[in-house]
Each structure stands twice: as structure tokens, then as C-alpha cells.
């Protein structure tokens, strides 16, 4: 009996020690403790201390373990709007062609038309080096689209000749025989395009290339005269069963580059200086009529439904914030550019003018940043100091330049680069309030908008954010005096060291965009200028959007920081936000990732690329009969040999 005691002693110490080890690990699975970085915390003799943030007071829920916490956990707005950010990457990334023969029907189906001519090639090209989707190119296409109301001859002739005033700001890259055999007006920005272009020139035609050298956009056709054009576009579409693969040789009205002379009349571009006058007034007239930048009966309630949240500021909707129809009202004595820029030569006529940013109402044609391109370590990412992210200080950082304008002493504090410093300075925030969201006394994990959130002492502990020279001032800077302390210069990779990477506009777009999706922090992006790349990305899934007049920074910060202490009891004028933490590394985690993908510079390559197609049959006089007609199955055998998985 004594023995069967023992035996059964031993039975019930196994089955409890299982138990609690069972009980243990659930306990740690949902609360979302990370093994490793607890262990990594234990002091050990002989074994210094790894090195983390500093003890942070309890805003919440830690949510280190990441792969436990792969869905929101709250009903904050911002939960909801990744949840959503989601299924449409999941859409996108279902949709992609898998098969040459795939891709080109989705081309016929998508735009009412074969091919170009050497669309098989380039998609070779293409997936050599590994494109995630061949079929990711709708800017190209919605870019060109109202060419096809235009006259091959006239866009050949403003390509040859625009650059031949050069206080236009046009440079000219001239393709002869698979070769770039002249540059007019070359710059950095050129020089980086044509070693761009030698990569694939083998298979281009002759062309004449207009490139923007300046810093803004240049095109604003009006309304009415867009939506003629779009129209013939539309008209024009059709699949002629016996289209030829090949470009017309020899046209006419490219440049004589012995000579420099143009067969036949030269074309007038129209253009115009618009320096310093208020962009809106030039930007409406391609707005349609019921828009809130034509409508002057429309208000900016109704405006913000279509791209924010009632609760927060939160923006829904990226494309719409940063268009001027909707949000130019708003902005347009909060946004540089839009009252006060710097050089803006514009024309209302369309004209095939290639450039690294527009707005929403530009018709430029847009192609890759040459800074993407180019190596250069003001832009590029270097991981030197990218901490993991439980090893970074839970801070926003920005640092720069007093760029975006010229300013004055009666407009710089509207600046946009100048507002966000202010609104982000513990000592001008001092006695001011702001608006975040903050949870429910009587409802746990539902948000409320609170108004009276005194953000100094937040702002002094978590951003870092400064100017480190002014300059754009006239006659000079010397008003900016006595208003802040310059900050000392922080590189592009040691502002790694910090969770929250803010991104805004300059004189045009930020450069630094690319680098900051590349590290393992998180880029939190305020435009209303678009790029190349803008499809590619999407809000709350690779980076966060913040509004233009940035009234939601502190929404997002307190969201991912945390703020506050849970409780009912809480006074009227005391807030709670959960830490959100496992939401922040997620989105970081995933833009990096992302950014690995689909924004290298072979990316860059074969955007262009296929975009220099695109524009080869918008110039050619036979575009209505040329193009790819074949079905797609000559690639079938290399297709399954580098099979794309969905």
C-alpha cells in the first residue's frame, strides 16, 4: 500500500508539473511576453546587461511577441484601418499575373489594347530580376493616356526642342541608333537618367526625351480640355489581329542632332513663370467643377469625410489627402509649395515633359527620382545604426532644412516643415491643447476624441525633432533669430536609433522616403506630392499616413506609445491610449520587407523601361497599328521553370 502511494504520489507531481508548465506557457502565449527578450533582460554574472530603452511608465499592454499578435486587439480607428490596409494587399497580391500569357491578357483586358512592341522582352527582363508584379504599372499608362489625343509629330517636336531655352529648366536626352548621342543642359539629375537608360537601351527605339530639371511640377491642363482627351483616348482604343512587334524607323521631327535644326514648324510649349503666386489658383482649374477646390459652396467638414475620421483626424484615405481638389482649400496657406513656391515654370498645354514628382492635378510624366537611383548617402539606406526595434527609443525624429518656400518674415511661420517643428516643441507647446483619441471610462478598448490632451511634456519625451540650418529666407534668415536653437545634424542612419522616422515635403518630394521604408523603423508620411512608386504602397500595411496640416501627429504617437494609466476612475481631464506597440514593429516590419521587394533599383530598371515603351508607341506615327498580337504561350516553358506562387 505504501508503495502504491508512492507510485501515485509520483503520478499526481507529473501530471501537476505538466500542468503548470501548460498553464505557464498559455499565460506568457496571451500576454504577449516575448521569451527571448525577457531572458535577454536577466542580469547574469560575467554577462553585461543588454542594451534597451529606459523603464517606460505602464501605458499598457507591452506587445513585444509579435507572432502572437497578428490582429488588432482594440476597437481603436487605427486598428480597424490595418485590418482593412490588409485585405487590400491580400487583394493586390492575389491579382498578379503568374505567365507571360496571363500578363498580356490582363494588359488587353486593363487598357483596350495589344502591347507595345518589345513588351515580351522587357517582361523577360523583368522577371530576370525578379519583379513581384509584372503587372504593377497603371501611373505609366494613366500618365500617357491623353497623349493619345495628341499628335505623335507635335509631342516628337516639343520632345526635341523644349529644352533649348534653358531658363525653362528642360533638359534633353537624345536615343539614336541603341545610344544616348547627345545631352542638352545635363545636370547630376540627367547624367543619373542616361546610365539609367544604357542598362536597357539595346532595345529602344529613337526618341527625344524632355527631363524636368527643376524641383516642382509643370503641367496643369485644364478640367474641360482633359476630359476631350481622355475621351479620344478612349475612342481610340483597338486590337488590329496583324499589329507588328516592331517600332517605324526613321520618323520625322525628332531632333537633327548634326545639325540641331527640326523638319517642319517647332511647337510652343506655353510656358509661363508662376513663381511665388498662390498654386491654387492654377491647380483648381483642372479640378472638376464639383470638387471642393471649384466648389465654393462646399465645405471643410464635407471635404475631410472623404479622406479622414471624425474620430482622431485619422487619414482613410492617402490618395485622397493628398489631392488638391479635395484637400487644396484646407492647406493652401499651410503648405509651402501651394502659397509661396520657389519654381514653378508651368504651361496649360500638354506636353510630354518626364519628372520625379507632380501633384494630383500635374500631368507630368513621372518617372523614378534619380536620387533613388543614384548612390548617394544622403539618401540611401545603410543599417549601421538600425537598431532592432525593441532596442530603439521610443521617439519621432526629423531633422532638416527650412526648405519648401520662400519665406519671408510675414509667412514663414505657415511653412509646412516650420509647423510641424512648432507643433512637436515642448516649450511653444506649453500652455496649448490638442485633440487625440482616448479610451472609454465605462468601455474598455472603445476611443473617444479628447480635446484638452496637453502635449508639452509628451513632446518633450518622445520626438526629437529640429531644424539644423535655415536657408530660403529673403532678404535673409535673420527673422528666424531668438525663435528656436538650430539642432545638431543627425545622419540619415542614425535617425535608425529612433522607432518613428516622420516624413515631410520640401521643396518637392522627400528623397528620404525610400531609405526610411528600407529600415526597421517606422515612416510616418505627410505629401501632397505623388511618385513612381505610389501604387506600390500601401497606408497602414507598409507605412502611416499622417494629414497635411498634421493635427493627427499626436493621435498617432499616443496610439503607438501609449499614454496614460487604464482605470475608471480616472479624472475628466485624464487620458488612457493602450500601448500599441506590436502595431508599430508590424508595419515597420512589413515596409521593410516590402520596400525589399518592389523598391530596389532593379525595380527602377524596369519601370523605365517599360515606361520608355509605353512613350516609344505614344510617338509613333503607326501607334494605332503596332503592338504585340501574339497569345502569350512562347514564354510558357520559362514561365514554369520560374514559377510565381501566389
Known amino acids: 500500500m505504501v508503495a502504491f502511494d508512492r507510485g501515485r504520489r509520483r503520478l499526481f507531481l507529473a501530471v501537476a508539473a505538466i500542468g503548470l508548465f501548460i498553464i505557464t506557457a498559455n499565460l506568457f502565449t496571451h500576454s504577449g511576453t ?5 531572458i535577454d533582460k536577466i542580469s547574469l554574472p560575467g554577462r553585461p546587461k543588454k542594451p534597451g530603452n529606459p523603464a517606460r511608465p505602464p501605458y499598457g499592454p507591452s506587445g513585444n511577441d509579435f507572432d502572437n499578435s497578428q490582429h488588432p ?18 487583394n493586390y497580391e492575389d491579382s498578379r499575373s503568374r505567365t507571360f500569357k496571363e500578363a498580356v491578357s490582363k494588359y488587353r483586358r486593363n487598357y483596350g489594347r495589344h502591347p507595345p512592341p518589345g513588351f515580351k522582352e522587357w517582361y523577360q527582363y523583368a522577371r530576370q530580376r525578379n519583379v513581384h508584379n509584372i503587372d504593377d504599372f497603371d501611373q505609366i499608362m494613366d500618365d500617357l493616356r491623353p497623349f493619345w489625343a495628341v499628335e505623335p509629330q507635335a509631342i516628337r517636336s516639343l520632345a526635341a526642342h523644349m529644352w533649348e531655352n534653358e531658363n525653362d529648366g528642360v533638359a534633353g536626352i537624345h536615343i539614336r541608333k541603341h545610344k544616348v548621342v547627345k545631352e542638352h543642359n545635363p545636370s547630376w539629375r540627367s547624367e543619373t537618367m542616361v546610365t539609367l537608360i544604357n542598362k536597357f537601351i539595346k532595345h529602344l527605339p529613337d526618341m527625344d526625351i524632355a527631363m524636368n530639371r527643376l524641383d516642382q511640377p509643370r503641367v496643369v491642363v485644364p478640367w474641360e480640355d482633359m476630359q476631350k482627351m481622355l475621351a479620344k ?13 516592331e517600332f517605324t524607323p526613321d520618323l520625322p521631327h525628332l531632333l537633327n542632332t548634326g545639325s540641331e535644326n527640326v523638319d517642319g514648324p517647332r511647337e510652343d510649349p506655353q510656358w509661363y513663370p508662376a513663381h511665388g503666386k498662390q498654386y491654387m489658383e492654377i491647380a483648381k482649374t483642372a479640378c472638376p467643377p464639383e470638387s471642393h477646390a471649384s466648389d465654393h459652396g ?21 490618395n485622397r489627402s493628398t489631392d488638391l481638389c479635395t484637400v487644396g482649400p484646407e492647406i493652401q496657406d499651410k503648405h509651402g509649395f501651394l502659397f509661396s513656391p520657389s519654381t514653378v515654370i508651368a504651361t496649360k498645354r500638354l506636353v510630354p515633359i518626364f519628372g520625379e514628382c507632380k501633384v494630383s492635378v500635374n500631368s507630368d510624366i513621372l518617372f523614378p527620382a534619380n536620387m533613388y537611383y543614384k548612390n548617394d548617402d544622403r539618401y540611401d539606406y545603410s543599417g549601421k545604426y538600425d537598431v532592432d526595434w525593441d532596442d530603439k527609443e521610443d521617439i519621432m525624429v526629423w531633422r532638416g532644412v527650412t526648405s519648401g518656400g520662400v519665406q519671408i518674415a510675414e509667412n514663414w511661420r505657415r511653412m509646412h516643415r516650420q509647423r510641424l517643428v512648432m507643433l512637436v516643441n515642448s516649450t511653444i507647446m506649453k500652455d496649448e491643447e490638442v485633440r487625440i483619441l482616448t479610451e472609454q471610462p465605462e468601455a474598455k478598448g472603445e ?13 518633450e519625451e518622445h520626438t526629437d525633432v529640429g531644424f539644423v540650418e535655415t536657408w530660403g529666407c529673403v532678404p535673409n534668415c535673420s527673422f528666424y533669430d531668438g525663435v528656436w536653437t538650430l539642432k545638431e545634424q543627425v545622419s540619415l542612419s542614425e535617425q535608425f536609433k529612433f522607432k518613428y522616422v516622420v516624413d515631410v515635403d520640401g521643396h518637392s518630394f522627400s528623397g528620404r522616403w525610400r531609405a526610411f521604408l528600407e529600415s526597421k523603423s517606422l515612416g510616418i508620411k505627410a505629401t501632397i506630392f505623388k511618385e513612381w512608386h505610389d501604387s506600390r504602397l500601401f497606408a497602414w500595411r507598409h507605412f502611416v499616413p499622417m494629414d497635411n496640416r498634421f493635427d493627427d501627429v499626436y493621435t498617432l504617437l499616443t496610439y503607438f506609445i501609449g499614454v496614460g494609466r487604464p482605470g475608471q476612475q480616472r479624472l475628466p481631464s485624464e487620458v488612457y491610449v493602450a500601448r500599441h506597440d506590436t502595431e508599430g514593429r508590424r508595419i515597420a516590419q512589413q515596409g521593410r520587407e516590402w520596400a525589399n521587394k518592389v523598391l530596389r533599383r532593379e525595380d527602377i530598371e524596369i519601370y523605365m523601361f517599360r515606361l520608355l515603351l509605353e512613350y516609344a508607341r505614344i510617338i509613333d506615327d503607326n501607334r494605332d497599328l503596332i503592338g504585340y498580337s501574339g497569345d502569350g504561350t512562347e514564354l510558357d ?4 521553370s520560374r514559377p510565381i506562387y501566389r
Do not use: C
Open 637 to 640: 516553358k520559362s514561365d514554369s
Open 233 to 245: 483616348e478612349i475612342e481610340s482604343r483597338k486590337m488590329p489581329p496583324d499589329a507588328h512587334d
Open 73 to 90: 486587439t482594440d476597437a481603436h480607428p487605427i486598428s480597424k484601418l490595418i485590418s482593412e490596409a490588409d485585405q487590400r494587399w491580400h
Open 298 to 318: 462646399a465645405t471643410m467638414s464635407e471635404s475631410e469625410t472623404l479622406y479622414k475620421n471624425r474620430l482622431g483626424g485619422l487619414v482613410t484615405n492617402f
Open 34 to 38: 516575448n521569451f527571448r527578450s525577457r
Open 447 to 459: 476611443y473617444e476624441n479628447f480635446r484638452q490632451f496637453k502635449a508639452s511634456q509628451f513632446a
